[in-house]
């Protein structure tokens, strides 16, 4: 069932009708033979939680082939965040979200649970495994296409800098994204992970914020709704050419406009204005793409 979040930016945006139909995706419900073989096959996927302090953040979580184990209500991730990772030693017992996503094939499936640490995985590492509490798949829409490189050896780990503010070289990456990664988090069902896509540049510096065009979608609105009962966000932002990532943590609200009255592709007269509190920027050798596809678009 929806949230009241959700409910609310609904009737606002006038699709209450529309989104009504789809209330069976979000209908509570484990991992089926076919979702967990799907997610058995990815590389990458991305959490939102909250550090041991309470600001929420988005991470990346990388691995071979098989390092997402999923079936009914447990998804195991064998996998842990490097040391300066915002979201390393997160504590467990609280509600997250997950999206593995397949740039090559433009498909996506969003995980939501609860997060438990287990100790001793392969390589001696911690596990991380999602009590799952639903799971459902999001169309292609926005995703851009392409390969990322296979994993680098042992060694070549993620490395972090925490920084003062939004810098120039920060607010580059920024500008040049066409993909980002949204955390949003409801008060009752905790936190949940999505993916923006658009054409390079539909992510906007603003002084010291940010903020972006709300795309037509799914009609759902699971991260407007969220940011209605929460204004907790966070933001991953990656930088395909080089592997560079960008994680910012902050508040972030919905501004309504009327449609056609902003930027060309401001279409549904909604966008989303976010202030960074705190900002790490990253390098994970393992989110360096080696091909990209023509545009998956915008408006």
């Known amino acids: 069932m929806f949230h009241e979040g959700e409910l609310a930016v609904q009737e606002r945006a006038g ?25 058995a096959e990815r590389t990458l996927a991305v959490l939102t939680g909250r550090d041991r302090a309470g600001r929420l953040w ?74 799952v509490a639903e799971a459902f798949g999001n169309c292609p829409q926005y995703i ?49 992970a999505s993916h923006r896509g658009g054409p390079r540049g539909f992510l906007r510096v603003d002084g010291d914020d940010l ?22 966000a966070a933001l991953l932002v990656p930088d395909f050419a080089t592997g560079r990532t960008l994680h910012l943590s902050g508040t ?5 406009t009327e449609p056609g009255t902003g930027a060309p592709d401001e279409v549904t007269g909604r966008r989303v204005r976010f202030h960074p509190t705190a900002v790490v920027a990253g390098e994970h050798p393992a989110l360096v793409a080696v091909h990209t596809g023509p545009p998956g678009g915008g408006p």
Not at 159 to 184: C, H, K, N
């Open 252 to 256: 972030a609200t919905v501004e309504w």
């Open 144 to 192: 851009q296409p392409r390969r990322l490189a296979p994993a680098r050896a042992a060694g070549a780990g993620p490395m972090f800098t925490s920084l003062p503010v939004l810098t120039p070289a920060a607010a580059a990456t920024v500008a040049g994204a066409d993909t980002f990664f949204l955390g949003t988090a409801h008060p009752g069902r905790g936190a949940d």
């Open 211 to 232: 903020w972006w065009p709300d795309y037509p979608g799914n009609n759902m609105f699971n991260s407007l709704g969220n940011l209605a009962t929460d204004p907790s």
């Open 58 to 131: 988005a991470s990346a979580l990388t691995g071979p082939p098989g390092f997402l184990d999923g079936a009914g209500q447990r998804l195991r991730v064998d996998a842990a965040f490097a040391p300066g990772d915002p979201l390393h030693d997160l504590p467990g017992g609280q509600r997250v979200g997950l999206i593995a996503i397949d740039f090559a094939t433009r498909r996506r499936m969003r995980v939501n649970g609860t997060l438990f640490t287990e100790e001793a995985g392969r390589d001696g590492r911690d596990e991380l495994t999602v009590e």
């Open 15 to 39: 699709v209450r009708l529309e989104a009504a139909r789809l209330t069976g995706m979000l209908a509570p419900g484990g991992l089926s033979r076919g979702a967990g073989g799907w997610l």
